[in-house]
């Protein structure tokens, strides 16, 4: 999960997803409409008998707000809550498992602010059935062929690994980034992800507001997804003035038009 603002529950039920399958947050910075839902969540996770770690990521100033949550709030879990600091000034590696790789993005806010970029690890390439028994090749060696080795027949016959494996997909990469005011120090960092989340707080006519609130406009974000070369570009974050977000869309559009509004329970496939 990334950031955790009021009302986080009420969406995670109504698009029933379950509970106990959440293992880590991602706060990206210490503003309310962003991390006031964590104490009602660990709270509940509590009361649905979890016990399994659950692990928060974020700014390093996020610890005073989660010690006071567990101390006042959450006493007697059967579960850890443990915190991870993250350096909002750097990119660097945050979370590492065996199918993912999740990095900081620095940001430009009012506030200790990064974003969050997952990208997905590579997958070994698929063994084409066909070639592999018609060469017979020995159950013991599919591990090293998926590694990329040749095969070496009885006879001592080299048959190419290309000749045995196709390509696996390609790694999929999504880049996080809320909130923040126009900041293209990032682009090398989110280089051609599949999708990019990217805030659009104003439209151009309130650039200015914009600046002065360390926020972006549709276009700025527009601008980042351009010149970052990326796949798909979201926008969000939403100032309430606008009641048709419709605008902030087109003026994406004219400058990346392979751009789509975020709404509620939206999904988004990374994998067509």
């Known amino acids: 999960m990334i950031d955790c603002g009021e009302g986080t529950q009420v969406q995670m039920r109504n698009l029933r997803i379950r509970f106990n399958r959440l293992g880590h947050i991602f706060i990206t910075h210490l503003h309310g409409d962003h ?12 009361m649905l ?3 399994g770690d659950l692990v928060i990521h974020g700014p390093k100033e996020l610890s005073t707000f989660l010690n006071c949550v567990l101390t006042e709030f959450c006493r007697g879990l059967e579960f850890k809550v443990i915190f991870e600091p993250v350096d909002t000034t750097v990119h660097s590696l945050v979370m590492e498992d065996r199918s993912l790789s ?20 590579p997958k070994e390439p698929h063994i084409i059935r066909e070639m592999t028994d018609f060469y017979q090749v020995p159950i013991k060696w599919m591990k090293d062929i998926k590694q990329g080795k040749d095969y070496i027949t009885p006879e001592g016959e080299t048959i190419p690994n290309s000749w045995l494996t196709r390509p696996a997909e390609p790694p999929k990469r999504y880049a996080f980034c809320s909130d923040t005011a126009y900041n293209p120090s990032i682009i ?3 280089e051609g992800v599949d999708l990019l989340y990217h805030e659009a707080t104003f439209a151009e006519s309130d650039e200015a507001r914009a600046k002065e609130t360390f926020h972006s406009t549709a276009c700025q974000a527009a601008t980042i997804a351009r010149d970052a070369h990326v796949k798909k ?12 977000c419709s605008i902030l869309k087109q003026e994406a559009d004219t400058i990346f038009p392979e751009t789509i509004l975020a709404n509620e329970g939206l999904v988004f496939p990374l994998i067509p």
């Open 188 to 190: 090398p960092i989110i």
């Open 233 to 244: 570009l979201m926008i969000g974050h939403y100032s309430a003035r606008y009641e048709d």
């Open 35 to 46: 991390c006031f839902g964590l104490p009602g969540l660990i709270s509940t996770l509590g």
């Open 49 to 51: 008998g979890r016990t």
């Open 102 to 121: 999740v990095y900081s993005i620095p940001l430009k806010h009012r506030i200790p602010t990064c974003g969050y970029l997952f990208s997905e690890k």
